[in-house]
Structures are given as C-alpha cells and as structure tokens.
C-alpha cells in the first residue's frame, strides 16, 4: 500500500482545507491521518477503523476536522475546518491492516505517506 498524500497549503486563521490521500490498493482496515510539527512528536489526528466502523479524532481537532472515505475513488479525506496556528505540520496519511477491535487507534501504522504541509498564519 502506497499511500499519496496531496491538499496541503497555507491559510490564515479560522480557515480550511481538504486533505486527500489515495490508497492503492483501498482494502487496509485501518486508515489515518498523522501530523508532526518541528520539534514535537507524531501525533494521530483522524483514524477510521473500517472493520468496526468506529472513527477515532484527536480531542484538540473534535468538531473542527472530519474524515470520510471515497471508496470508488479510493481515497480518504481530512476536512479541517477553523484551523488554528496550532495546526501548522506535516501531515500524514497511513494505513495499516490489523483486525482486532480498537486496533485503528495504535499510533505506529505500517504503510505511510509522503507527506503534505499545512500551515496555519495568525
């Protein structure tokens, strides 16, 4: 699985953007959003678990970012909304194939993108 990250930019305060990252094959049962800032560790910010249809959101994006899927298009999306300065990173798109319940929401996924940066001015 290789996954392709694009939609990244830069916004200013309060603004948005779609991420999009295409999966090839599309059959993982785990699939995420990451982000990594300079100087701070990678963080998960949207999973979706597709076995147990359960979607996972970091507690600083809730109700700010949604993640949907395109199967047809084979592809995962992160809408962010109202994005803050404290959303400026790298973000990353993931995938991994575990099946036991809650899995999805593991932090170290086996397949992973490029990379696309978001940035975010006051």
């Known amino acids: 699985v290789q996954p392709v990250e694009s939609g990244g930019g830069s916004v200013e305060d309060g603004g948005s953007l779609r991420l999009s990252c295409v999966l090839t094959p599309f059959d993982s049962s785990c699939l995420g959003w990451f982000r990594q800032a300079p100087g701070k560790e990678r963080e998960g910010v949207a999973k979706i678990d597709r076995l147990y249809d359960r979607t996972y959101y970091h507690d600083s994006v809730e109700g700010r970012f949604t993640l949907s899927q395109d199967r047809a298009k084979k592809t995962l999306y992160l809408q962010m909304d109202d994005l803050r300065p404290d959303d400026t990173a790298m973000y990353y798109c993931?995938?991994?194939?575990?099946?036991?319940?809650?899995?999805?929401?593991?932090?170290?996924?086996?397949?992973w993108g490029q990379g696309t940066q978001v940035t975010v001015s006051s």
């Open positions: 993931a995938a991994a194939r575990w099946v036991d319940s809650g899995s999805c929401n593991r932090p170290n996924y086996d397949f």
